[in-house]
């Protein structure tokens, strides 16, 4: 595969690029932000997804989706994070859809149907602590009557409180830090015994801390096999961080355009500050970090969709070096931009939060950097 | 299977059978590489045998069409080629100014006789080229150069001083910029192409802080040069040099993705050790060959791409440039952290253990990364320029 778009993957760009900065550019979020907008995001804007064909890009066509892979996720994922446009794409349509993909037929008949329509929306309760540790899951899921029984915590659940179902990590077996003894579940939103704070992050969308307090699921729930959550947690992963790199890809992409546009109006010393070498300078240097960024996100969606082993340390390469590249980004953006970039009315800063927010979600670009080490050996 | 398929299945059986055993080994230091030319003594029989078979199927310059050498490879072949030379970690069979910087541009813009001649003889590894662009005064800004060829109806009298002359005093045939108009400073500079061992040319070393001097300073005292020798149209050879300066900057820049191996923080485990935890016993050093494999890694990629865009017709003309930029940034950064890994080890200068101080030397020379073909800050300049298209000064 070469390593750039080909005339299919071209176009679905330009249709998302024209699509995202005309329904969801900075200002819709913006206004969302304004209106105090419960949901983080508009439903019917997800409706639009649906009719656009997008969140039918990781449903294979034999169950009405358009089979097709990572890269065109990711095309989809660039345009989202330059206009900062709120949706549940990456949690439902990208990472939900990988885990559901290896459940039974009776999960996708339940879910898929909805999500291709734009009217499902997934949340993903992975993380129990502050920081992403994927292995150190201790929710608990006892066997109970032909079901299970959950009890614990979780938290950055992006878009929980509206979603209508949760997929969730629990140790049927094992301990903490160990792989092996994880199941996965598809939880209902209205599940007894499960209850729900909702909060605002920085980046205004809506994440929730989530108690399962005995929640009671039956077999049907358990997405994959018993005990062997692991392999399906970690393409719900590898699908999750591809994803979010291609998206702070677009974040960096948005601030580093607004900069340069920035650098091309502004005069101060009776020139246009894009004269000074020292401006230059940082901002070729944003450039070229930023194409690396995005062929080393390419590079591991490729591996991806080829199902090659060598995916697994791209997929950490990507998330990496693209929150490495997008938060240089933002903070050059900011600081570029003078006294202005700190006011809440310009939207550079708009970009700095969302930045925070997608470098933590699935681990920050130490916690891939360490996993690079891990997976060569030292 | 698709023909590319059957192509490397080819390529795999032809390199097994005519790669020598000697050859799959990572290029540890100047002494392994083979420059050949005139003058050329080969370092063992493999090298020489790697070399001819690989004239004799036109792999020393695969994407070169037949007629001039080249194995007339399609774009999707020549990376197969590549992906398999680099699987078995095959040496390239001959390193050469001509082929990466010279090539190019004669393929570019030479006539057919001069493609014929001259092409040929640098696939076949005949001729050894140099470079003589830069001037004591002329460097970055390198066209306020002064080195002038007088006309004389059918030959030029060429007189002046270049510096910086990779191996000036081993090369056979030197490409240099000489003013020929010095009323035009942009259309005043031709492109011409003359032996070394014409009368009046001569050179001295000069000594670099890794100890070696594979660099002259080349004098050139009215030295003859008939007028066929010269590439491009009289007075427009500024264009023939950007062109080639790009392919240079391409050759610099693969630097950062060292010798083959996958990951330079596994290498560190040998001098480093580990602790209890599988993980480097410095946790900090750690981290930063963590950071660096990862920029390596994300570095390979964008040149994979570079490489597709390029040769497909989609890359941006200035992409040469960041390609330079980074990669030669990231070589250094490289060779900073083999030497802070393999601390005391590295500083040895001379003992037979270091191979002489190959690490100590090898770092020292990639400083000169960022400096030759082309400063950092001058690639930024026209990154800054070219392709963010802000405002001149
Ligand atoms: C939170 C806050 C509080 C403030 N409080 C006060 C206050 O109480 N009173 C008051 O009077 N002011 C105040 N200021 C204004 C502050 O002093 C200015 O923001 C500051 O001087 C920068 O000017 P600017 O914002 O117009 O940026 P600009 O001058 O437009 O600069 C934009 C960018 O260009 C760069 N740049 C500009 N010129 C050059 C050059 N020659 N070479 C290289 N780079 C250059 C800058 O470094 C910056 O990165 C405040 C600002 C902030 C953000
Ligand atoms: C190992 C080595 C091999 C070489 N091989 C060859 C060869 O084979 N043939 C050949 O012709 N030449 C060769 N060169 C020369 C090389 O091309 C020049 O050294 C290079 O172009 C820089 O020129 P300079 O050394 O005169 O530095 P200068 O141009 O004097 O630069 C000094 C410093 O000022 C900075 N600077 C200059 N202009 C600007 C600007 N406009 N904006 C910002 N910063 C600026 C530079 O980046 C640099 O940091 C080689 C050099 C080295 C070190």
Not at chain 1, 117 to 138: F, N, Q, Y
Not at chain 2, 97 to 119: D, N, R, S
Not at chain 2, 280 to 287: E, K, S, V
Request: proline letters at 3%; charged letters at 25%.
């Amino acid at each position: 595969m070469p390593m750039y778009l080909n005339e299919d993957q071209a176009m679905l760009r330009d249709s998302a690029r024209e699509f995202l900065k005309s329904e969801a550019p900075v200002s819709h979020l913006r206004k969302l932000r304004d209106d105090n907008c419960k949901d983080g995001f508009r439903h019917a804007l997800w409706k639009q997804f649906g009719e656009m064909g997008f969140t039918g890009i990781l449903i294979g066509e034999d169950d009405g989706g358009l089979g097709l892979g990572h890269v065109e996720a990711g095309v989809v994922l660039e345009e989202i994070g330059r206009n900062l446009s709120p949706s549940p794409f990456l949690t439902t349509a990208i990472a939900g859809v990988a885990a559901l993909n290896h459940g039974g037929q009776h999960l996708k008949d339940k879910f898929f149907p909805g999500i291709l329509a734009g009217d499902t929306v997934l949340a993903l309760a992975i993380d129990e602590g502050a920081k992403h540790r994927p292995s150190h899951i201790t929710t608990k899921a006892e066997r109970s009557g032909n079901g299970f029984k959950l009890t614990g915590n979780k938290q950055f659940v992006i878009q929980g409180a509206s979603a209508d179902a949760l997929i969730v990590a629990a140790r049927t077996a094992g301990a903490a830090g160990e792989t092996d003894g994880l199941t996965l579940f598809a939880v209902d939103k209205d599940a007894a015994n499960m209850s729900m704070d909702s909060t605002r992050l920085v980046d205004s969308s809506m994440a929730a801390h989530v108690t399962f307090d005995g929640v009671e699921v039956d077999g049907d729930a358990v997405i994959g096999e018993v005990d062997n959550g692991w392999q399906v947690l970690s393409s719900l992963l590898r699908a999750g961080r591809a994803g979010s790199a291609a998206e702070l890809v677009g974040v960096g992409a948005g601030a580093m355009d607004m900069t340069v546009d920035y650098l091309k109006q502004r005069k101060q010393f009776g020139r246009l500050i894009g004269e000074f070498q020292a401006l230059q300078h940082r901002a070729a240097h944003l450039y070229s970090e930023m194409e690396i960024a995005r062929a080393a996100v390419l590079k591991a969606q490729q591996l991806l969709d080829e199902g090659k082993d060598s995916a697994e340390i791209y997929v950490s390469v990507a998330k990496a070096k693209a929150g490495r590249t997008t938060n240089l980004t933002v903070r050059e953006g900011v600081q570029m931009h003078g006294g202005i970039g700190m006011t809440d009315e310009y939207d550079i800063g708009f970009y700095m939060k969302r930045d925070r927010a997608l470098n933590e979600f699935m681990g920050d670009a130490n916690f891939h950097a360490g996993r690079v080490a891990e997976i060569f050996g030292y | 299977m698709s023909d590319l398929d059957q192509f490397r299945l080819d390529v795999r059986e032809w390199l097994e059978a005519n790669c020598p055993a000697e050859m799959r080994e990572p290029v540890r230091g100047e002494d392994d590489v083979c420059w050949s030319g005139r003058n050329w003594t080969f370092k063992n029989e493999a090298q020489k045998q790697w070399l001819e078979r690989c004239v004799a199927k036109g792999y020393t310059v695969p994407d070169w069409p037949t007629a001039y050498g080249g194995a007339g490879l399609s774009a999707g072949e020549a990376k197969i080629l590549r992906q398999e030379m680099a699987r078995i970690n095959a040496r390239p069979p001959l390193s050469s100014f001509g082929i990466w910087m010279l090539g190019p541009a004669l393929l570019q813009f030479g006539t057919e006789e001069q493609k014929v001649h001259y092409l040929g003889q640098i696939a076949r590894g005949e001729i050894r080229w140099c470079q003589g662009y830069s001037e004591p005064g002329s460097g970055s800004d390198l066209v306020s150069l002064q080195t002038f060829g007088e006309d004389k109806g059918d030959h030029w009298v060429v007189n002046g001083q270049k510096i910086w002359t990779s191996y000036a005093d081993k090369c056979d045939w030197i490409f240099c910029l000489v003013r020929t108009d010095k009323t035009n400073k942009y259309q005043g500079i031709s492109f011409l192409l003359f032996d070394m061992e014409t009368p009046g040319v001569t050179t001295k070393p000069i000594k670099l802080i890794s100890g070696n001097s594979p660099f002259c300073e080349t004098f050139f005292d009215n030295v003859v040069v008939p007028k066929e020798q010269i590439v491009g149209e009289l007075n427009r050879g500024w264009d023939v040099a950007k062109y080639l300066l790009g392919h240079e900057r391409e050759m610099i820049s693969g630097g950062g993705l060292g010798d083959g191996a996958p990951s330079l923080g596994a290498q560190m485990l040998g001098s480093i050790g580990a602790n209890g935890l599988g993980q480097l016993d410095d946790g900090l050093l750690r981290a930063e060959l963590a950071q660096f494999d990862v920029d390596a890694l994300a570095f390979k990629a964008m040149a994979e791409r570079f490489t597709d865009e390029m040769k497909s017709g989609k890359g941006h003309p200035a992409q040469p440039n960041m390609m330079k930029y980074a990669g030669t940034e990231l070589n250094k950064r490289r060779h900073e952290l083999v030497m802070a890994g393999n601390g005391s080890d590295a500083l040895e200068w001379e003992s037979e253990a270091s191979k002489g101080g190959a690490k100590a030397r090898n770092w020292l020379r990639t400083k000169a990364n960022s400096i030759e073909g082309g400063t950092s800050e001058v690639m930024l300049n026209v990154i800054a320029k070219r392709i963010l298209d802000l405002p001149g000064a």
